[in-house]
T-cell receptor
Framework: AQSVTQLDSQVPVFEEAPVELRCNYS??????LFWYVQYPNQGLQLLLK??????LVESINGFEAEFNKSQTSFHLRKPSVHISDTAEYFC?????????????FGKGTKLTVNP | GAVVSQHPSWVICKSGTSVKIECRSL??????MFWYRQFPKQSLMLMAT?????????EQGVEKDKFLINHASLTLSTLTVTSAHPEDSSFYIC??????????FGQGTRLTVV
């Protein structure tokens, strides 16, 4: 079975400041890793994903995440946030093969960007 | 554009009535769809996996007679909350997976039972 821990339930930051949203996971098998963003009363949108290859993955809107296998982490970072980045962010994992096809989500981190 | 369409986006119903939520895959055929429930300030909890042409697979603790799932075609799955009660009030989200890794989510349905 897999589990995902997002260490911070809320992260308030000022506009243009850097931010890191932490995600750690536990799994006995190799996993795919994902970050999703959810705006109020909306579904989830894929922000970025790690499947294989380079451990640093980037999104089109300036976010990046680095897969660290030894620390079983997939922290999300952005060097300079905007007001529009205010949303809930979910880290998720899914096994590469065998067993469940299900995404397992963390509890989410609410990012609030203040002017 | 949207890959998954979920309808309605919000619904208010009286206690004891049933509510149907639709999830449509717009861009591709989906043999499998997923239904999630999200409580306030909580993560998404998988309720069931909807399989086209066969019975849905429910997660432990989810009442199959309460949450009826029908996946009648390759582009449509429905979730019916039967005899709804206030504790069923929640945000319900469907998901469709394309290929081996990419999942797309509907915009969600806010159900309020009064």
């Amino acid at each position: 079975a897999q589990s995902v821990t997002q260490l911070d339930s809320q992260v308030p930051v000022f506009e243009e400041a850097p931010v890191e949203l932490r995600c750690n996971y536990s799994s006995s098998v190799s996993v795919y890793l994902f970050w999703y963003v959810q705006y109020p009363n909306q579904g989830l949108q894929l922000l970025l994903k790690y499947l294989s290859g380079s451990t640093l993955v980037e999104s089109i809107n300036g976010f990046e995440a680095e897969f660290n296998k030894s620390q079983t982490s997939f922290h999300l970072r952005k060097p300079s946030v905007h007001i529009s980045d205010t949303a809930e962010y979910f880290c998720a994992v899914r096994p590469l093969q065998g067993g469940s096809e299900k995404l397992v989500f963390g509890k989410g981190t609410k990012l609030t960007v203040n002017p | 554009g949207a890959v998954v369409s979920q309808h309605p986006s919000w619904v208010i119903c009286k206690s004891g009535t049933s509510v149907k939520i639709e999830c449509r895959s717009l861009d591709f055929q989906a043999t499998t769809m997923f239904w999630y429930r999200q409580f306030p300030k909580q993560s998404l909890m998988l309720m069931a996996t909807s399989n086209e042409g066969s019975k849905a697979t429910y997660e432990q603790g989810v009442e199959k007679d309460k949450f009826l799932i029908n996946h009648a075609s390759l582009t449509l799955s429905t979730l019916t909350v039967t005899s709804a009660h206030p504790e069923d009030s929640s945000f319900y989200i469907c998901s469709v997976r394309r290929g081996n890794t990419e999942a797309f989510f509907g915009q969600g349905t806010r159900l309020t039972v009064v």
